[in-house]
């Protein structure tokens, strides 16, 4: 099964951390993505929609170091739902999205280009080669009856 969120989108305000009892580092942002439509009388219409996103440990520490508010970013993590009753006594759902990682997207000035940070920043890249077991002819090979 698979619990997958990917969103691009700009902060709405700078993380708020917070330390737990135990040690532990939280970090709280609301994220905001935007979509474009034509409405019925072809009026371009934006809907915003807003995400909480949490990160924890690390991931928190350098949320408080890197984001603040008004940077473009891109988010990857899994939603969360969890519920709790407030002090008023009723019973509060949330949904939340729990970063595993996060990347910051540059503009250039004077363009609305987004690109990601410079290759120096990247994570390792994976390993390319092709496997020991398969005969070098026919790798790459043409006329596969690959579906796709």
């Known amino acids: 099964m ?3 969120v990917t969103l691009i989108g700009n902060l709405g305000a700078d993380p ?3 330390h737990l009892d135990s040690g532990v580092m ?4 609301p994220l905001a993505t935007n979509e474009t439509h034509k409405d019925k009388d ?11 996103v949490v990160a924890w440990r690390e991931l928190a520490e350098r949320a408080e ?3 603040k508010k ?8 899994k939603i969360s739902y969890r519920k709790y009753t407030g002090q008023d006594g009723q019973e509060r759902y949330v949904t939340d999205i729990v970063a595993y990682t996060f990347r910051t997207l540059e503009r250039r000035e004077g363009s609305t280009e987004t690109r990601f ?3 120096e920043n990247a994570p390792p890249a994976r390993n390319t080669e092709m496997p020991a077991n398969v005969p070098a002819d026919t790798a790459g090979a043409e ?3 690959l579906p796709f």
């Open 2 to 4: 698979i619990n997958k």
């Open 16 to 18: 708020e951390v917070r």
């Open 26 to 29: 939280v970090a709280r942002f």
């Open 42 to 52: 072809g009026n371009f219409q934006q809907l915003t929609e807003w995400h909480n």
């Open 65 to 67: 170091k890197i984001l």
């Open 70 to 77: 008004g940077m473009l970013v891109y988010v990857e993590g």
């Open 117 to 119: 940070p410079p290759a």
């Open 143 to 145: 006329g596969d009856d």
